[in-house]
């Protein structure tokens, strides 16, 4: 019944901005923290960036800061990941999470607490 579904991914070149969507149902979206992960080698997923419920915080790796804005919408259910100034390392799968927290503030790094998953979306960045 859950369903996080991305969408915004393809191929760009390196230096080049993209902007990831990621679109839940089936749960109250806005009783949900967000966050964005991706697959790297040696890891099922990588912590990119996270927003608080209500969008009133948000926190990013270090890898991406000054680069990459997370956001959201909860009037529509939207969480989305604004990617400028891409790297060819920035390459790969990207995911969309929910997590349950509690907390009205909370940015969980760790993909442990995250209880939904989208299926991904493909980023490619040529140089």
């Known amino acids: 019944q859950v369903q996080l579904v991305e969408s915004g991914g393809g191929l760009v070149q390196a230096g080049d901005s993209l902007r990831l969507s990621c679109v839940a149902s089936?749960?109250?979206?806005?009783?949900?923290?967000m966050g964005w992960f991706r697959r790297t080698p040696g890891k099922e997923r990588e912590f990119v960036a996270a927003?608080?419920?209500?969008?009133?915080?948000?926190v990013y790796a270090d890898s991406v800061k000054g680069r990459f804005t997370i956001s959201r919408d909860n009037a529509k259910n939207t969480v989305y990941l604004q990617m400028n100034s891409l790297k060819p390392e920035d390459t790969t799968v990207y995911y969309c999470?929910?997590?349950?927290?509690?907390?009205?503030?909370?940015?969980?790094?760790?993909?442990?607490?995250?209880?939904?998953w989208g299926q991904g979306t493909q980023v490619t960045v040529s140089s």
């Open positions: 999470a929910a997590d349950p927290t509690l907390s009205v503030m909370a940015v969980r790094t760790s993909p442990n607490p995250y209880n939904y």
């Open positions: 089936g749960l109250s979206f806005s009783n949900y923290a």
């Open positions: 927003i608080s419920k209500n969008g009133g915080n948000a």
